[in-house]
């Protein structure tokens, strides 16, 4: 915690804003001010930052670098202030000069450097390493838009930039560690001093643009930082080419760097969407290698001691050219034998696994690869030719095993397998998902290397998901327990001794409903929808896709709403239906379910027969900020994914510790939770993973159209039209499919027992204590999924790190 009271930042933020903005306090205005109160806090926390560093070199240790695609941060003013003890002395400071610190902190966007899961878990990670005290860094790109921002025009998702560096910017520290990364070319070999030299010639050169954003930790003198990279040319005209008369590729790099770090997630339903993924890839891995080994080397002098002082982390497959590119710089800038160098990359590098889809599991052309990474596709080719000679001796004339489990083959180059290859340590992140890579997706390569495999359940800061997003049930948790959950979440174990406890039952009932008021307000504000604070909230809020199944979801609110129109006085608990997704922009299916819910909410919400009874909420744009008001306000988590596709969601995890009842199948970490919480303070229900493996070969989900009658009208329905919008299309994917494969991802299978477990859970409901016990024992529970515990896991098994003495 910095030592510093409400009247010294009083004293420099008045410092900043005239010196960077030339006003006095009472000419600031609220968007000068935010940004004055930013720039301090950024001060603050680079001095720490290079107090840190200095400290992790002089001790020598071993620091781990977590390279991500994504870093979901959400805001970061509240956190930092929050993490160095300095919110309330903020508040203070700004309010004596007449400013509202709740509407500065508003001002500020959500970082666009993320879109799901993905992004948030390397978010947390890196908080929780500072939090523990480890040398960590993030690598990334700087996207000047990031993910979009999502508007719903008449049902449809629509795309538009999300400018999140306008205010967004002011955590960014431009860095002088300029590098070059090329693309494209020919190569040239020769022999130099006994060994082939390999030079990349009439390539295009983008120069990576180093901004350093800082990380703090709570209660912690540790800062460590995320480096996002920016694309340029180095030059925006080259003028003799121009001359030449060749104007286009006169300007060719400048229009490849500004493509580069344009927008995350680029659509790549088409070549040139593929192309441009490939080169964000290998632009940001490129200019993260030569950094962290220039870094290296600056401090230690040889790359033969890389692995006992630097941990290289995949995440996911995206930064999968990391194994590549260190093997070129080792072979090409710095004259190792090929064996020496693949030693190094081997010890150093390791990979999670965040998904059992095909689709998720990367597969280039390997034309698109020898084109723009001539030299790479050459040294990739070499590493799949060592490692199919290794499964050979293993699978010995297994011909057909060997060429999938090949790096390169069938015109393609699959990143998996290329990770598999190079990491030391290959983990999931649920004991189910870990299970299902061991003896599904990756089950060749486990049984060649069973050593190489770990589970690290995937984790939240929770204190960002408890003190900051819910501080009515933070300050009661610290009233009953004390305030040692902050720093060690398992001890919110000790809420247990409460369960019988009216009084408390009653408190906690008290604090869901005001969350529930403050999301009520904001959905009024946002939607024009009013809603009951007394209703059910029940919610389903993550990136949109059809394995995640919010048909399922939309299916059940038919039937609900079908069942009121029959019978007004059904007697159901009133209920709030709560959607946030973004759908990818090429993901059509999924941009039509999203129409669905919608065209639901236009034509439920307006009805006056069933008596309020019902309301269906579409929240636009789902990001960090919107989610900390949406999790304290839950009552039931909706998280049901077919079994066996989720590799873990942490959305769950956020539910779960602000209190909300997980409605799921044994899916991903629900399995997890089911096991901490008991089978009576969770409603399980639908196929296991095994039982979808075995019903599929049989599936014929026409059966269920034909002799279930409530399934026959659901579909019925949307061929009829749901707001006047026939949904023909998500009938036909349900019932006929394409290609003979109809409802791949079994939602008329477990819409049975769906409806079941939502009636069981309005019945649960109904019962005060019954219910409101159960939300106590998921709080009370929900310990062991904090990202601390999921470091030290990795920082102790997978990286070796050591803590960093103060």
Known sequence: MLQINKEGLKSLIKQKLAEVFGVKYDEAGDNIMYRALCLVTKDLLTQKRLEFKNSVYRQGAKQVYYMSMEFLLGRSLKNHLYNIGLLDAAGGAVSELGYNI????????????????????????????????????GFSIRYDYGIFKQKIVDGWQMEMPDDWLQNGDVWLNRRSDVFEVKFGGQLEESWENGRLRTEQKNSTTI???????????????????????????????????????????????????????????????????????????????????????????????????????????????????????????????????????????????????????????????????????????????????????????????????????AIVGDGEIRMANLCLAASHTVNGVSELHSDILKKIVFADYYKAAPFKFDNVTNGITHRRWVAEANPLLAAYLKELIGDGFLKDACQLEKLMDFRGNAEVLAKLAAIKHANKERLANYIQKANGITVNPHAI??????????????????????????????????????????????????????????RLIYMLGETINRDKSIKDKLKVVFLENYRVSLAELIM??????????????EASGTGNMKFMINGAVTMGTMDGANVEIFERVGADNIFIFGLKADEVEKLRPRYHPSEYYSNDARIHKIIDTLRAGVNGVGFGEIADSLVVGHCGCADPYMVLADFSAYAEAQSKADKTYKDFTKFNTMSLVNIAKAGFFAADRSVEEYAKRIWKLPTIKE
């Open 102 to 137: 709740e509407k500065l902190i508003e001002i500020e966007p959500d970082a666009g450097l993320g879109n799901g899961g993905l992004g948030r878990l390397a978010a947390a990670y890196m908080d929780s390493l500072t939090s523990r005290g480890y040398a960590a860094g």
């Open 207 to 405: 120069l990576a643009i180093p901004y350093d954003m800082n990380i703090s930790g709570y209660g912690s003198n540790v800062i460590n930082t995320i480096r996002l990279w920016s694309a340029k040319a180095p030059v925006e005209l080259d003028m003799t080419l121009f001359s030449r008369g060749e104007y286009v590729r006169a300007i060719e790099a400048k229009a490849m760097a500004e493509a580069i770090s344009k927008i995350l997630y680029p659509a790549d339903n088409h070549i040139e969407g593929k192309s441009l993924r490939l080169k964000q890839q290998y632009f940001f891995v490129s200019a993260s290698m030569q950094s962290i080994l220039k870094r290296h080397l600056k401090h230690y002098g040889t790359p033969e001691s890389l692995p006992q002082k630097v941990a290289v982390h995949i995440n996911d497959t995206h930064p999968a050219l990391c194994v590549p590119e260190l093997m070129r710089l080792l072979l090409d800038e710095h004259g190792y034998a090929w064996e020496d160098a693949w030693s190094i990359v081997t010890s150093t590098v390791s990979y999670t696994n965040h998904t059992v889809m095909q689709e998720a599991l990367e597969r280039w052309p390997q034309d698109l690869f020898e084109r723009l990474l001539p030299r790479i596709t050459q040294i990739i080719k070499e590493i799949n030719k060592r490692f199919c000679e290794g499964l050979w001796k293993v699978y010995p004339g297994d011909w057909e095993r060997i060429a999938r489990n």
């Open 537 to 594: 909230f029940d919610v389903q809020v993550k990136r949109l896709h059809e394995y995640k199944r919010q048909l399922l979801n939309a299916l059940h609110i038919m039937d609900l709403y079908a069942r009121l129109k029959d019978n007004p006085d059904l007697d159901i608990t009133p209920r709030v239906f709560v959607f946030g997704a973004k759908a990818a922009s090429s993901y059509y299916m999924a941009k039509l379910v999203i």
């Open 632 to 645: 304290p306000a839950t009552n039931i988590s909706e998280q049901i994914s077919i079994a066996g596709k």
